[in-house]
């Protein structure tokens, strides 16, 4: 029997903080060491490009989330981890699959449709400033998903359009050419926790209010003093349910470290005193992965090798499979 594929991309345009690290990253790598299963990871360049127009930033940031994937300890023997721009059958079937895409489809996608309504709040043009990257992101991420005939694709929730999109498309290319596409299926994952920020809401880059994954150790301490808390004097009980200190806390902690913070938040513990010990917890978790970072990002070398080495295991898959979609569509050689 063959393994289960599981399959996702990651968008490289921002530096990882530990929201991602949470709620996507750590339970990839958890999944990529799993011999079970077989997983499919790769920096999502084409998808940045429609969102980020800095050749810099896209490079920088593609060059972190690399070293930073394999700092965590990505299993990269057992999953496959690419680029997708390694990959150019991905960009040619995507052309095919947008033959087989109703643009009626690609016009309900949240994305899109958000963009248009913003320019119709504010009186312009509806298609101002979006582009075709835009407007074709879902066939995209359904030549990423359908190469490689995923069966589930972990997402957030704010992706399964996009998945239940590339199902769809996926069935009418079945229906029209040959049975050669699964059909994929988004996993949302409800027990790894959103992360809140040193705010209080979601941490995300787009509140500026996110702590970096490997800031130095200095830099960490300052990000967690930072984190908002109540004016509950040192020796006043504190609701761990209300604060972001212990919210950071259990991504962190073991279910006994849990249960001893919540005791000492009813005891009073200082915002200080908890914070520390917050950034004691995280620092623990994360130095070893922080330093072997570090030496990554010295070593892009080293970094390319693993990236090109995936690239050549995925085209084992991707160059025959194109094949076959070819041949289906009625591009193949004469006779
Ligand atoms: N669009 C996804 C995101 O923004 C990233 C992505 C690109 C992806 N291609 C994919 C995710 C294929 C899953 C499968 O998060």
Not at 33 to 38: G, H, L, Q, S
Not at 140 to 158: C, E, Q, T, W, Y
Request: net charge negative; with cysteine.
């Amino acid at each position: 029997m063959s393994k289960q594929r599981v399959l996702t991309g990651i968008t490289t345009s921002g530096t990882p903080h530990l929201g991602n690290y949470v709620g996507a990253i750590r339970p990839a790598v958890e999944a990529s060491r799993n011999a079970d299963i077989a997983s499919y990871f790769f920096l999502a360049y084409y998808h940045s490009l429609i969102k980020c127009q800095d050749p810099e930033i896209v490079h920088q940031s593609s060059k972190e989330i690399a070293a930073t994937w394999l700092a965590l300890g990505l299993d990269t023997d057992n999953a496959l981890f690419y680029r997708q721009s390694d990959i150019p059958e991905i960009t040619e079937l995507t052309w095919i699959l947008c033959c087989s895409a109703a643009k009626g489809l690609m016009n309900r996608a949240h994305a899109y449709k958000a963009a248009v309504q913003s320019n119709e709040e504010s009186g312009e043009d509806p298609d101002f400033g979006i582009t075709m990257g835009l407007f074709s992101y879902p066939v995209l991420m359904s030549a990423d998903i359908l190469m490689f005939n995923a069966h589930k694709v972990p997402v957030g929730r704010d992706q399964i359009q996009h998945v239940e999109m590339a199902r769809d498309i996926a069935q009418r290319f079945n229906h029209h050419f040959a049975e050669l596409f699964t059909l994929p299926e988004a996993q949302v994952d409800d027990t790894v926790a959103v992360l809140q920020g040193l705010d209080g809401r979601k941490m995300s880059k787009s509140y500026n209010n996110t702590i970096p994954l490997f800031a130095s150790e200095k830099n960490l301490r300052k990000h967690i003093n930072k984190i908002k808390t109540n004016l509950l004097e040192p020796g006043e009980p504190k609701d761990p349910d209300d604060s972001t200190v212990f919210q950071l806390w259990e991504a962190f902690a073991s279910p006994a470290e849990c249960q001893r913070m919540r005791t000492e938040f009813a005891n009073g513990i200082a915002w200080g005193e908890a914070k520390k010990q917050l950034f004691e917890l995280i620092n623990e978790e994360l130095a070893s992965a922080r330093q072997r970072y570090n030496e990554l990002m010295d070593d892009p070398g080293h970094v390319e090798s693993v990236l090109l080495a995936g690239a050549e295991r995925a085209r084992e898959i991707s160059v025959p499979f194109t094949q076959k979609v070819r041949d289906a569509v009625g591009i193949s050689r004469m006779r």
